[in-house]
């Protein structure tokens, strides 16, 4: 088993920025995919962003294309969200998922695909 820690979760203002962090301590090197999963109030949890192994493959919810980027540092054993023209509807808590597998054949939006979960990181973005 793998450990997944998120970081960088705030209050922040509609139009912000915000950069979330995902370490996987003691994987160096790490072949595992990457996610990004979010939870609203009252909703179920959404795939929000992923990326493969090697950082060159990604896939986002068409709602934050174009705003959030998702990136990696395999030498630290590190993903990062970076969210720009933050909304109010982008308020949840984001979760980071560590996949096994280091690609998908189609969408990696489907939770079977993820195999290690962090514990969340509250993002409130208000008016």
Known sequence: QIHVVESGGGLVQVGDSLRLSCRTPGRTGSLYSMGWF????????????????????????DSVKGRFTISRENDKNTAYLQMNS???????V????????GTWSGSPSLEGHWNYWGQGTQVTVSS
Do not use: H, M, N
């Open 94 to 101: 984001y979760y980071c998922a560590a996949g096994v597998y």
């Open 38 to 61: 979010r939870q609203a109030p009252g909703k179920e949890r959404e795939f929000v962003a992923a990326i493969d192994w090697s950082g060159q493959d990604t896939d986002y919810l």
């Open 86 to 92: 933050l909304k109010s509807e982008d308020t949840a």
